[in-house]
């Protein structure tokens, strides 16, 4: 039992770190010799269970704003090692933040408002904690700066206040909970290197918008900007008010020529005066949007290729090798996607395929919505980048780790028939995913095969080969998982619903 | 016509981040210009209200304008006069520094002062008497800043002191502030020796009659002006005011020296204020005094105008929510102390002269007076970072108030409630030391904050008043 070995758990208070740079500084100590478990991070109630699950006994009256440092090693001399190892780690984010000492040298802005003044910037991203996003996105506003807005939990009362503050000062605020954005060729938060072009995007998606973006440019379309406006703004509370302001940007640039407006389910009133709105400003508007009975994103875009004029290419595809015969096959759908709109859509398109329903922490019918960390029989879908499964900590695209758990767990059930992964590549994401997520695959494949089931894995791949990550490469590495992989999400969806016993066509 | 979105779509990003430190470092991959915050948690508990007080649509509005008259405010020393003739101040009615206080609950050198002020007034024989007095409920007070007037430390003001009279035209306010006594044993830091009260009577008798002919001969005196040159000549305002003092003698000497009274008398007056290096003192408050009034209620303004202690609570007043003060205890301040006096000696925190801090100049100037860095526990860089740092509270720079060392800019002017709570930067107060026990006198210097609390109290005001 290594609660045997030395262990410390130090408590700092009002010490704040953003959690990606505390995740990094988790690792580099992880990796201090002797050191067999480390983690540094603020103590969030999420936080604290986590720590707890690793047998830390966490300070009482630990709150979100203090730091837990928590480290065990085989020695005092390895936890002392560790503790100099967080030291030095700290120092280098504080060193990365400020702009140097000495004789005159300005302290660092502490505010998004200070940042923009001291550059004259045109643009803020905000990516801090959703309770205090309201705020910092506010003061950008005031600046004069339209906003990328990252954070989540942010909310609708909250997203409709902002978004009218903003259009009164001729800025947009692109989110909440936006992942994705592309202005002049700048990658905002999570997005794919892809090939300049005439075609606009308008996203109430971050990975919807990837997914396009990048069947687009395996197509060989390209891109002029990506202006995302979050999740909720074609929903009936929000009205499509940051649409309608993307929309008559894009119309008056010169670069672009046509707009694909890319949403989650929206609401159907919203849509309809998007519409007339899109008309009224005679763009040539081309429609993304998912939803039942709706053509899935592959399909969208491959119908606006027709009209751009363009051919639709053959998508990427990698077919693995079946599974040895003789082995059983669970009968349920397990999908534990990253990127929400890829997890909506692989759950639509699966849905239409399967007789039994999908349950999902996303579900649109609330008789089948189920916690993101429940278990259950049947077929699943599991979206870990929602709100409830974010809360005081990294967005998985950042920190997998939720997932990678996950797949474990539903390797080694009987119930699991086929594994539905999506992996984005592009900035922000991480730099080098397809490691780790082949080494979860392998291990998940042997645990099923070991107790002698099949577990095909299908991974729907989001990317371009310009990505730093590279699209050809992180397939290879995953193809040599044993798994299969789709360029295109909804066929990636239809593939693994083709797996389960009883719908092999 | 301009293209949508300020021309977001037309011209290359330049990005101001706050939050995830990877973002900030993809965009820089890209080889994009980049501004990150070093963002922080707000202080503990203020999320939803800073939340709704930075959506209140009168702020952005509110604060420009209140930091636009608090920066064309003027300040023109017009008159000496009697404290009972200016302020209409009675018999047995007496002003203290800082926010309300009542006699139980008021420090040692306040109740000193109290007492010297009684005693001074003739209203008692005796320290014990006067304090009984007191005790018993007998008498009125009230603070400075009710009647537009400031007082340094105790701030204690009876209606046969001589007040400054200033003025600002512009915004037609008007302020005051009583005579400073010197350094050593003075009735504002709570002394009430015999030396105290002759030299109160003294002032009263001679100095303020001198000074209001020397005023009135001279015509007015700009205020503004003077402490825009004393910033570059080494002066904060607050806890250095040689060159405003002597300034301030080279303008009022001819009045003086020509003024109707015996040699001796002008002779003393000019000595007396030609040692008092803080002579300018009583000047420069009631200028930012009225640089905080031209900028004081306006509804939905977050910016501070009024700091003030009274040697038990600090308070704040802000623009916004009107008379309204929020209080917390005042803090000790750490500094140098004067002979064999300790960290043990010293009062908390009291005086209306962190007025100057409000108004954009004393401790949020440091970086123009390098001087006195070492006086108030800190080094040079230490200095030009606390005034930097100030930047990151306020609303402004002073168009007028410049600090050569930062390139001549202005100094850090309008703090702004939902900055401070956002970023947990105090506001930075250079002050004296009162001794703890009525009578001691100045003990040192040093450095303070307010405490945190008036902060997040003043926010939840504002919030309450969003529609």
Known sequence: MTTDQPTVVELRRGAYHDSVSLMQVSRAVAGTEGITSAQVAMATELNVEVLTGMGFAVPDGAAANDLVVALRGDSDEAIQAGLAAVEVELAALRAGSRGGGGMGEAPPPRTVGSAARAADATLALISVPGQHAVTETYDAIAAGLSVMLFSDNVSVEDEIRLKDAARGADVIVMGPDCGTALVRGVALGFANVVREGSVGLVAASGTGAQQVMCLLDAAGVGVSHCIGVGGRDLKSAVGGRSTRQALAALADDPQTTSVIVVSKPPDDTVLAEIRSYADDLGLDVHWAILGEGRPDLTAAVESALGSLGASVPTWPVHVAEPDPEGLTRGAGLRGLFCGGTLADEAMIVAAELLSEPIRSNIAHDAALHVGGHERVAGHLVVDFGDDEMTQGRAHPMIDPSLRMERIAAEAADASCGVLLLDLVLGHGAHPVPALELADAIRDARVTAHESGRALPVVVSLTGTDDDPQGYARTAEVLAGAGASIFLSNAAAARHAVAQLEGNAS | MTSPLRGLLGTDPVVATAGVGLFADALRDQAVAVSEADWQPPMEGTETDLARVMGDPRRVEANATAVARMTASTATLVDVVPAGEALGLEKGSFLHAGPPLTWDRASGPMQGALIGAVLFEGLADTAEEAERQLASGVYEFEPCHHRDAVGPMAGVVSPSMWMYELRDEVHDNTSWCSLNEGLGKVLRYGAYNEEVITRLHWMTDVLGPLLRQAVRSVG????????????????????????????????????????????????????FSGANEHFFLNLGMPAAKLATLAAHGIPGSTIVTTMARNGT??????????????????????????????????NPDIGDSAITETGGIGGFAMAAAPAIVKFVGGDVPFALEATQ???EITEAEHPVYQVPILEFRGTPTGIDVTKVARTGILPQINTGMAGAVAGTGQVGAGLVTPPAECFPAALASLARAVD
């Open chain 2, 220 to 271: 007015s005196i700009d205020i503004t002006a003077i402490i825009a040159q004393m910033l570059q000549m080494g002066d904060e305002g607050h806890n250095r005011n040689r060159a405003g003092s002597l300034m301030l003698l080279r303008e009022l000497l001819p009045g003086l020296v020509t003024a109707e009274g015996s040699s001796s008398d002008i002779a003393e007056a000019v000595r």
């Open chain 2, 313 to 346: 609570d600090f308070g704040i007043r802000v623009s916004g929510t009107g008379d309204e003060w929020f209080t917390g205890p005042a803090l000790t301040p750490e500094g140098l102390f004067l002979g064999d006096f300790g960290p043990e000696d010293a």
């Open chain 2, 389 to 391: 740092r100030m930047y």
